[in-house]
């Protein structure tokens, strides 16, 4: 995986060719919006498929940033809000209640993302979403007027156990963290929302 960055003027490209034909798109920041284009033609669907699931996930509550898809260019504004694995990271040393509050209420969002069936042993921990959005997580969210607020979710999960993107959730909060896991230990979230069986899968991932 390969990102190639340039500046022109007062923009940033970024362009990732690395991921195939079907998949390559480049992002272009602007000073006041945000431009995501296919590197070449077989892509264009993967755009179709971000703005349905941007329409998807609006319709089911989740704050989303608004983007629109016309001539093959997909916009969304340019978001001035805090990223939400900064405001993680922050809040965690500044005030573990309102840490835990704040990572209750992401971890509803996952659950609010989709219809939620029960897998093979019917318990709270098998829950699995419809379409899981690997994506929904802080590394594509800002915190705008004290709303989670998403973007590029790209990526979406037939039948995916959500303790899958719990996880991932959790992980990206604390990785590169040392510090935080003496605070508090990750394996207080993993244990309270009920994913510790699927911390193996994210190791395979590395």
Do not use: W
Request: aromatic content about 10%; some cysteine.
């Amino acid at each position: 995986y390969e990102i190639r960055l340039s500046l022109v003027g007062s923009e940033m490209c970024i362009r990732d060719r690395d991921r195939g034909v079907n998949n390559a798109l480049q992002t272009i920041i602007y000073k006041e919006r945000v431009e995501k284009r296919a590197v070449y033609s077989e892509g264009k669907r993967r755009l179709l498929e971000l703005m349905n699931h941007n329409n998807e996930l609006e319709k089911r509550g989740i704050h989303m940033i608004p983007a629109d898809l016309k001539d093959d260019v997909y916009r969304m504004p340019y978001s001035k809000g805090e990223n939400a694995l900064s405001f993680f990271r922050r809040i965690a040393f500044e005030d573990k209640k309102s840490f835990i509050e704040a990572m209750d209420r992401f971890y509803r969002i996952i659950l609010q993302s989709s219809e939620i069936s029960s897998g093979l042993f019917e318990d709270e921990e098998d829950q699995i979403l419809e379409r899981g959005y690997y994506d929904l997580v802080p590394l594509n969210c800002f915190v705008e007027d004290g709303e989670f607020t998403f973007f590029d979710q790209e990526f979406a999960i037939e039948n995916c156990p959500v303790g899958v993107i719990v996880t991932r959730l959790i992980d990206l909060v604390y990785e590169g963290e040392p510090k935080l896991e003496k605070t508090i230990p990750k394996i207080e979230l993993l244990k309270r929302y009920k994913t510790v069986s699927y911390t193996h899968l994210r190791a395979h991932e590395t």
